[in-house]
């Protein structure tokens, strides 16, 4: 390849007009609202349009749980839409806009990579279209009407000590996560220790992600709980009149955003929240438009499918009355050496025992998606340095588990890499499908949060507190009791210590705390040490991310 970097093939794309791209997929030129040249939403109007169109096939592309090694899971998605394309398919891929917080963290992009990405990849790693900004001002507009309110009098008779509303940024920031706000005199209100949690974490972004059209968006908003009286009654958004200001910010913000593939072929790119601390999954507003428009939508979910896949089940597709027809698995031969105890530096050697060792964590992300009645295929994301050996274990391994592991090309080819999974896809997604969540609506708050960590983590049990219990007892009573949960935890692991990696059995899961996000319509479960507000590492990538001679970026990738 003569590039030597993601952005550089990026730079490099011979990008169509939007305009172009949206006439593949049907849309009017009326219909799109241009970003510059090469991104632009789609209208409201269009969108609905669509009702009463039959729906294409919904692929799910997931992973085992991420390792230094790298795994591959956006370039997979990326690589899998453009390699149906190329069979004769007609299919659009949905995946998240990106979070500051890692471009400049940890994580540098999330675009995919190779000759399977997202273009325009400067753009959508940084501002894009203002979504996460739109998102972060709304959010804060009800933080700021809520201490108004207490400032002017406090007619609602909120409980300052029982606010649960925080404030939130899009970037990284330790130093926020426990504040003490109104400090300097009587001018500044009443003094109160509160904190801020990245915008991905939001409600706000949650509710946008799983909202039908405008209508129902301001109806969640208005729905979420910022906290409780003084009687211990509950205090909605809608109870300070928020939710229409909150409505007018997210707008634009609700439309989806449509980008292309370095193969010129349509991609939804719509809401970001974290699938270790929120629901994981892109908007429901675009996937649903993507099912009106194409054969086949190639979505993903975040991290492992311990997270992203089973909220993508359980969250998203309950939620959104969605079925999907398949489900990718993607692996690399080097994360399953690193499962099997072989140091990072180490990786370049053949080790084929190493292989088979680190194998029962991609088997344990089998079973589970098998689990829920969807049939599922693996990805085997090739590196240069991958041995035929150690390739045919991953596969061996799995078709002792009734699945076929597929050894894919896509980061060096594009497409073209990739058509023997394209092919097995759409025999999947022809096939049976018996999806269903992991458990009822009616089954009791804890009982989900234990079916979860039990089934899909293997837990022996959930260990909380009587504070926690006494919550989730107290939201049941409150009509509540239905919501599904969202276990927030890291994404490292099984357990609750991101050190342990492999198939691990028999541990416990810590619940700390709990946070009901009645707009969005689940409960969010904190394990262990997971934070809502990450931290910069001791080397951030916001320290090689620059602008060279030509005034163009580098250091993102």
């Given amino acids: 390849m003569a590039f030597t970097s993601d952005i550089e093939i990026a730079r490099a794309a011979k990008k169509r007009p939007i ?12 219909d799109l609202l241009p970003y510059g040249h090469d991104k632009a939403k789609v209208g409201q109007d269009f969108i609905r349009s669509l009702d009463g169109r039959p729906d ?8 085992i749980n991420p390792t230094p090694a790298g795994e591959g899971k956006t370039t997979t998605t990326v690589g899998l839409g453009d390699g149906l394309n190329r069979i004769g398919k007609k299919a659009v891929i949905c995946i998240r806009e990106a979070s500051l ?40 507009l009800l933080s700021a009407m809520i201490d108004n309110h207490i400032y002017w009098g406090n007619e609602l008779d909120i409980d300052e000590r029982r606010i649960t509303w ?6 990284n920031d330790r130093a926020l996560r426990d504040i003490v706000v109104s400090l300097g005199g009587v001018a500044n209100g009443f003094p109160r220790q509160t904190g801020f949690d990245i915008t991905v974490a939001s409600e706000v972004m949650a509710i946008l992600c799983l909202s039908r059209d405008l209508a129902d968006l301001q109806d969640r908003l208005g729905r979420i709980v910022v906290g409780y009286t003084r009687g211990k009654a509950p205090v909605l958004c809608r109870d300070l009149k928020a939710d229409g200001a909150m409505t007018v910010l997210l707008k634009d913000a609700m439309q989806p955003n449509l980008v292309q593939t370095l193969e010129n072929n349509p991609a939804f790119v719509h809401g ?18 993507a099912l009106k428009l194409a054969d086949y ?27 999907p027809s398949a489900a990718v ?24 025992e190493a292989v088979r060792r680190g194998c029962p964590n991609l088997g344990r992300h089998i079973e589970n998606v098998q689990g829920f009645g969807v049939p599922v295929v693996v990805a085997i994301n090739h590196f240069h340095s991958d041995t035929e050996a150690e390739i045919r274990a991953v596969q061996d391994y799995v078709a002792g588990l009734g699945a076929q592991a597929i050894l894919c090309r896509h980061w060096a080819q594009g497409g073209a890499g990739i058509e023997d999974l394209a092919g097995h896809v759409v025999r999947l997604a022809e096939g049976p499908s018996s999806f269903a969540p992991l458990y009822p609506d009616k089954m009791g708050l804890f009982e989900k949060i234990e079916t979860v960590a039990k089934r899909i983590y293997r837990a022996a049990e959930v260990v909380a507190d009587k504070a926690v219990l006494d919550q989730l007892r107290a939201w049941e009573a409150a009509g509540y009791g239905d919501l599904p949960v969202c276990m927030a ?28 996000s009645a707009g969005a319509g689940f409960v969010v479960a904190i394990c262990g040490e997971i934070m809502t507000m990450p931290g910069l590492p001791r080397v951030p990538s916001a320290e090689v991310i620059r602008l060279n001679d030509q005034g163009q970026i580098e250091g993102l990738f």
Avoid at 56 to 63: S, Y
Avoid at 297 to 317: N, P, R, W
Avoid at 331 to 341: E, H, W, Y
């Fill in 166 to 171: 925080r404030r939130v940024m899009d970037m």
């Fill in 329 to 352: 698995i993607v692996a690399t031969v080097r994360a399953m050496k690193m499962n099997g105890g072989v140091a990072k530096a180490d990786l370049g050697a053949e080790n084929v």
């Fill in 56 to 63: 294409g096939k919904l692929i799910l592309v997931t992973a």
């Fill in 272 to 289: 970001g929240p974290f699938a270790n601390i929120a629901h994981g999954c892109n908007s429901v507003i675009a996937t649903k438009t």
């Fill in 19 to 30: 305009q172009e791209i949206g006439a593949k997929l049907g849309i009017p030129s009326d």
């Fill in 489 to 516: 935890k890291t994404q490292y692991s099984f357990t609750t210590d991101p050190s342990v990696r492999g198939a691990p059995e028999g541990h416990k899961i810590p619940v700390r705390e709990v946070r009901l």
């Fill in 297 to 323: 939508v190639v979505t993903e979910a975040g991290f492992g499918a311990d997270l992203g896949a089973e909220k993508f089940f359980d969250i998203k597709c309950r939620k959104a009355g969605l079925t």
């Fill in 101 to 140: 917080g890692p471009n400049f963290g940890m994580k540098g992009g999330a675009a995919g990579g190779g000759l399977s990405q997202i273009v325009p990849m400067e753009e959508m790693n940084l501002h894009f279209t203002g979504d996460f900004h739109a998102i972060t001002a709304a959010h804060n």
